[in-house]
């Protein structure tokens, strides 16, 4: 290969070859979407599936007690989910109280509280990078809306904590076609006999 013509001189073999797969190691990561776990990083952390049972529940008990403590939780809209409390309750020690059963829900999905102010909160996922600001699904912030379109208002105010993830997020969706979605994965792993989770009446 003739460097010289395009400008390179050669200093050795060694010295090109190892640049040069810098520069394409470089490119490879810097192509992946913003969003995407592998850029900027050749091992990005693995799928919540391929986590241990021992990571899985200490992950799980961090967001919770992140959660527990906020004054403010956003109404959770129904859905599968609400069907594990009880043993997501169980696995974590906690009287089922309606602070409690939500917090427990949201970490369950993925969910963990980020602080912007003094007077906003931000739901987070690490996996999918998705925020939601937790004031948006309060009274009041539709509370003016309901004065135009009352139904409107009941369903815009729920946090959905599955569907308000990114859509290619490891906590709702499957890596391989025998598998859970993360958020059921981490419920069945709750489960010392690995049997399949039985689902209770959610607390109204």
Known sequence: MDCSCTGWKRISGT??????????????????????????????TP??????????????????EQLQVLQHLPPLAEGEWTSYQ?????????????QNVT?????????RPVQ?????TTLSCDECTRDAGIWLFSDEAYGQLCNFVCLVHDIL?????????????????????????GWRHVAQ?????REPLTPHAPVL
């Open 15 to 44: 010295v090109l070859i190892s640049f040069v797969l810098l520069i394409l190691q470089t490119m490879l990561s810097s192509a992946h979407g913003e969003l995407c776990v592998w850029r900027g990083s050749s091992v990005p």
């Open 47 to 64: 799928h919540i599936a391929m986590r241990s049972s021992a990571e899985l529940q200490t992950q799980l008990r961090e967001r919770f």
């Open 86 to 98: 009880d043993p997501v309750l169980q696995s974590l020690g906690v009287p089922a109280s309606k």
């Open 103 to 111: 917090a427990a829900l949201l970490a369950l999905c993925g969910w």
């Open 116 to 120: 912007l102010s003094a007077e906003k």
């Open 157 to 181: 105010r729920l946090f959905d904590p599955v569907h308000e993830h990114r859509s290619f997020c490891p906590w709702i969706t499957q890596p391989s076609a025998d598998s859970l979605p």
């Open 189 to 193: 792993q709750l489960q010392p006999t």
